[in-house]
């Protein structure tokens, strides 16, 4: 079954960048919905986006403009590139596999281990 790997997760200070990377497998041939969550301590798992196999994103409207979701060509990868980061993005991220377009953490059957992102102010 689909394995799903996150990578890239740093301390950084406000106003940085990151790409976060999630590695896949199977997804290159099973239509996988693979979206980021993220989950503070205390706060409940919200997810941030997701890109299907044809490309098309969804997104929270909280991060749209900051936040961009992408493939590799091979559909092998998924990458989060998060742009002036907030103490407020301070979190662990996760990625997650779905069979449908959905931004419901209860409906994705697979994750990752997850990475953390700390921003400081």
């Known amino acids: 079954q689909i394995q799903l790997v996150e990578s890239g997760g740093d301390s950084v200070e406000a106003g940085g960048s990151l790409r976060l990377s999630c590695a896949l497998s199977?997804?290159?041939?099973?239509?996988?919905?693979i979206s980021w969550f993220r989950q503070a301590p205390g706060k409940e798992r919200e997810g941030v986006g997701g890109?299907?196999?044809?490309?098309?994103?969804l997104y929270t409207d909280s991060v749209k403009g900051r936040f961009t979701i992408s493939q590799s060509d091979a559909k092998d990868n998924v990458y989060l590139q998060i742009d002036t980061l907030k103490p407020e993005d301070t979190a662990m991220y996760y990625c997650?596999?779905?069979?449908?377009?959905?931004?419901?953490?209860?409906?994705?059957?697979?994750w990752g281990q997850g990475t953390q992102v700390t921003v400081s102010s």
């Open positions: 997650a596999a779905a069979g449908i377009k959905t931004l419901s953490a209860r409906q994705f059957p697979y």
């Open positions: 199977e997804y290159t041939w099973r239509p996988y919905f």
């Open positions: 890109i299907a196999r044809d490309g098309k994103t």
